[in-house]
């Protein structure tokens, strides 16, 4: 009975109801492909400490926080940042926000801290998706040994996303995606990150390795603190 209204206005809430529909599903398959091409540009953190051990990089003051969506690697910020400047603070921090399917997450499963070689904690921070990340209040909270916002500087990833014809997503979908990538949320703004504390930092990472007759190819720009955050179109770093 139903169908006999479509041709006569009942077609316009479908067409609305389907344009959002696909989306939602074009940002998140968007979000997973990108997160795919950024981990298969991270090496193992083990990696990184041995190459540290080796070029022995000098040490300098403060704290470095470099967010990733990746719990296991080396961000892709730490690595250009090392292999441009030869530098890594005395203490860093290798922040992963989640957001959980509950509204809110209770105190104390907000935070786990792991102990790193070489002055590393890996830190990953939880949240609900009704709450707002508030990364400085977070990690003062903590009480963490060294911590200090006026001596800290955060490394945030902005990815520029082009569309390409590697396997993926449609190549039309690609684009709708990069196109609503450009408009979202900066990662800075998301996690409530003075811009003060933002260092400015520019890379560029394919989306394969070798020459790809073309899906997701993601130019980072690192702005103090994901390539490839899971937030906004962040932190997937």
Known sequence: AQLVKIPH???????????????MVTW??????????????????????ELMRIERPARVPGTAVFMTSNADGAPPALMQNFAHNRVVHQQVIL???????????????RVSVEELPEGFRRVVARYGFMEQPDIPRLLDERHLEDWSIEHTTFFLGRETLLAT????????????????SRNSQRASTFFNVPSSAAAPWANRAAASSVPAPS?????????GS???????????S
């Open 9 to 23: 206005g009942g077609w316009f809430p479908l067409v609305i109801a389907g344009s959002i529909f696909l989306l």
């Open 28 to 49: 998140k398959d968007g979000r997973a492909l990108l997160g795919r091409r950024m981990r298969e540009q991270m090496i193992p953190l083990t990696d990184f400490f």
């Open 95 to 109: 922040l992963t926000v989640l957001t959980t399917e509950e509204p809110r997450v209770m105190p104390d499963r």
């Open 165 to 180: 014809k590697r396997e993926g997503m449609a190549i039309w979908r690609e684009r709708l995606f990069a196109f609503m």
């Open 215 to 223: 899906s997701l190819v993601a130019q980072c720009l690192f702005m």
């Open 226 to 236: 994901p390539c490839g955050a899971s937030a906004p179109a962040d932190a997937l």
